[in-house]
């Protein structure tokens, strides 16, 4: 599942939906795969898949001519750290809230390509220093809004239209058919879910039908799901 996510986030990342005329350009959610990727499979199964999404994008930028930007050895190993290796690699943070549901949803995903931004912000102010017109008749002279500038024009967007995906992927399923036995259990817990069953009928029950709690409970959702189909 890992490499069909990274090997989809590549795909997109060449999808240019805006091109920039000072530079950078806004992709059909390249971020999104490896965002999901983190929620739904955790935080180091997530960096996994994030370093390999950024040594890929590291190649592409080698084949988009990283080597010949003029930059002196230490500026170039910096730039490979903080605008490839760092700056896609933190996208695998993205599930580190996921427990909390979709706020744990929206706040890893925003918290993680925040955290991206920050790298491309970090570059631009310190290995670049750009500053200069940045459109027709706009010009910025200090190096820390032109950057700032300069990557929120497309990372801010692309913020924006992930998080909604991400929202869209992930909300919940009121289908029988997502149903599964670790979150009926976990909802089992709570004594306001199904409130006027008594647990200690349920379990009796589940006792003299020779079946353990688990059992009576994943034979129950097999039922519902036949039901449904």
Known sequence: EGAVMVALATVLSFVK??????????????????????????????????????LIQFIQGCADGL??????????????????????????????????????VIGGSVMAMGLRLVCHYISGVLIFGSFGELWNGFTVNEPCLYSL??????????????????????????????????????????KGFAAGCSREVIERG?????????????RTIDALKTFQE
């Open 206 to 218: 589940a006792e003299m039908l020779g079946w353990t709690l688990d059992e009576l409970i994943q």
């Open 17 to 54: 939906i805006v091109h920039l005329p000072w530079g950078g350009s806004i992709t059909l959610l390249s971020m999104l795969p490896i965002i999901v990727f983190s929620i739904k499979r955790g935080v180091a199964n997530g960096l996994a898949a994030s370093f390999v999404f950024a």
């Open 149 to 190: 500038l300069y990557n929120g024009a497309y990372m801010l967007p692309e913020i924006v239209f992930t998080v909604i995906g991400a929202v869209v992927l992930m909300r919940p399923s009121k289908s029988v058919q997502d149903l599964q036995l670790k979150s009926v259990k976990k909802k089992y817990k709570s």
């Open 67 to 104: 080597f010949g930007w003029g930059l002196t050895p230490v500026s170039l190993v910096a730039c490979i750290f903080i605008d490839y290796i760092f700056a896609f690699t933190v996208l695998g943070l993205a599930g580190i809230f996921r427990k909390y549901g979709m706020p744990g």
